[in-house]
């Protein structure tokens, strides 16, 4: 069986310790590779590689900054159907979903920000005939970025990408819980030339691996996806080191649907937006709100589409809903159907485990599930499920949703489903996210600024909001006179 490797200082190496972890394929519930179970050994040795890789990367001009990592983005378009199978393996995800998203947006990811950084200006502020201020912007040094399971290579290159195209060097680590994409691009970094250091990846546990790059003297940038609980722990230990953080976490978005919206499209959306990827994107719709005049006729149409929905292998071109990532969050979402039971939520569809046949019959599935009944303060409508699992509420009026809405301790996305021009302003404008999405789900411009408020996290992604993040700004006041 395959033993992912380490990728530092430019070779690919066992972890330091000679231990690993199991790596399972969800969609069969058994083991099919071995992951390394690094250590603050492995993270040092990734540190030190990454310290002497950046006096030279961070001065190498953009445009071979830029070069190299085209090339990079060029060698994942030409892998696509290798690494969508992969991501698929390791996941559980329908193999379409990641030729169609996953791997496509990691080579936009690096295409992305090799271009952005030949057009990124820093500011100058005249003060007339007195001074003159021009801003210096130099990469930080080192920075660690840790990355989650549910988008795992997607994700992973949204934090590389702009830290290495400012002259950054790297030490990331994927989620151990989908590992394999990252080893992939390790070999195709080497194939493309990126001068050894200046991208370290350690594989291994967020306890291990993860604490040990949070808690890095020379590590002063941190970058993660993850958790809300997670996110609290490392800025718990990185703030006080004064390290600049970056923290996109959970979310429990609403989707909110007026009576006089696209009812067909809205529908259609809806069904993306709830269990696309099994509902485990943090941009997932999972609390839907619909006008009460529409309520019936929403949950008649919604439950008849999500009951044809077919769950089942991920590379069969049929299959809308793959594996759920592990047998433990299998189970955790599982757990929530039964509180929501308990909370007095009516399970509309859905709501059980799907055993296949044959080879799949040890795999994690879920069945797309619908609940109502449930009042929007309760557990289930407050809680991070992270799985095929939406509840469905009506309301009265735009006061009333707003506060159904921002009821939360999360505050990623919000989805809007109406025609009325005024009043999609007015709600956008009060509702607490950091991304509205109006009668639409999951279109990104990779200009826009990504990220959430309260609990969703601090700081944005995307456009120049990553490379000011990656980089630090120095004014230089010059006098005239
Ligand atoms: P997680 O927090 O368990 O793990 C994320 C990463 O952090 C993993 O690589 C893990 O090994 C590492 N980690 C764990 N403990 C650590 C520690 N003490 N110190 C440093 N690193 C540690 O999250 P997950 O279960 O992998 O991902 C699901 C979560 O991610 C959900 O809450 C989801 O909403 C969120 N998410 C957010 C966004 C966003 O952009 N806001 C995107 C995707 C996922």
């Known amino acids: 069986m395959l033993k992912i490797k380490n990728y530092i200082n430019g070779e690919l190496l066992e972890p330091l310790g000679k231990e690993y972890i199991d790596n399972y394929n969800p969609s069969i519930g058994k083991v099919y590779s071995f992951i390394p179970d690094s250590d603050e050994r492995d993270v040092e040795l990734a540190t030190q590689a990454a310290l002497s890789a950046f006096p030279t990367w961070s001065v190498t001009p953009k445009e071979e900054r830029s070069r190299i990592m085209l090339k990079i983005s060029e060698l994942i378009e030409k892998n696509l159907e290798r690494f969508a199978i992969a991501e698929s393996t390791d996941n559980g995800k329908p193999v379409s979903l990641a030729r169609m998203v996953d791997i496509p947006r990691a080579a936009s990811n690096f295409h992305f920000y090799a271009t952005a950084i030949l057009h990124y200006a820093s500011e100058s502020h005249s003060m ?83 604490a040990a790059i949070t808690a890095h003297p020379k590590i002063p940038l941190i970058s993660f996806t993850g958790g809300t609980k997670t996110g609290a722990e490392i800025a718990r230990v990185a703030a006080p080191m004064f390290k600049k953080l970056s923290l996109e976490l959970g979310g429990k978005n609403p989707n909110i649907i007026f009576a006089d919206c696209d009812f067909e499209k809205m529908i259609k959306t809806t069904l993306s937006s709830s269990f696309a990827n099994q509902g485990q994107i943090c941009l997932c719709g999972s609390r839907i709100f619909i006008e009460r005049s529409i309520y019936e006729k929403f949950k008649t149409e919604f439950v008849s589409r999500v009951k044809k929905m077919k769950v089942g292998n991920p590379a069969d071109a049929e299959s809308k809903l793959g594996a759920v990532v592990s047998k433990s969050h299998m189970e955790k979402v599982l757990s929530y159907v039964d509180l929501a039971k308990q909370e007095g939520g009516i399970v509309l569809c859905g709501g059980v485990q799907v055993k296949l046949d044959g080879e799949f019959a040890e795999g994690y ?63 956008a404008s009060n509702l607490h996210s950091g991304i509205v999405w109006i009668n639409c789900w999951l279109l990104r411009d990779l200009r826009t600024p990504f990220g959430g408020v309260k609990g969703s996290g601090v700081g944005r992604e995307g456009g120049f909001e990553a490379l000011h993040f990656f980089t630090e700004p120095k004014n230089v006041c010059i006098k005239l006179k």
């Open 128 to 210: 007339e005939d007195t001074a003159i201020n021009y801003t210096l912007r130099t990469p930080v040094g080192v920075a660690g970025c840790i990355s989650p399971w549910n988008l795992p290579l997607y994700l992973f290159t949204w934090k590389i990408a702009p830290a290495i195209a400012s002259g950054n060097c790297v030490v990331a680590k994927p989620s151990e819980i989908t590992p394999m994409t990252a080893y992939l691009l390790s070999e195709l970094c080497i194939e493309a030339g990126l001068p050894k250091g200046v991208l370290n990846i350690v594989h291994g546990y967020g306890h291990k691996v993860g």
């Open 365 to 427: 599935y879920i069945a797309p599930t619908v609940i109502e009944g449930l009042d929007y303060n309760c557990r289930t409508n407050q809680e991070e499920i992270f799985g095929p699992v939406v509840t469905i509420t009506p309301f009265d009026t735009e006061e009333e949703v707003l506060m159904f809405a921002n009821s939360t301790q999360y505050g990623l996305a919000s989805i809007l489903w109406t025609e009325n021009l005024t009043r999609a302003h007015r709600m």
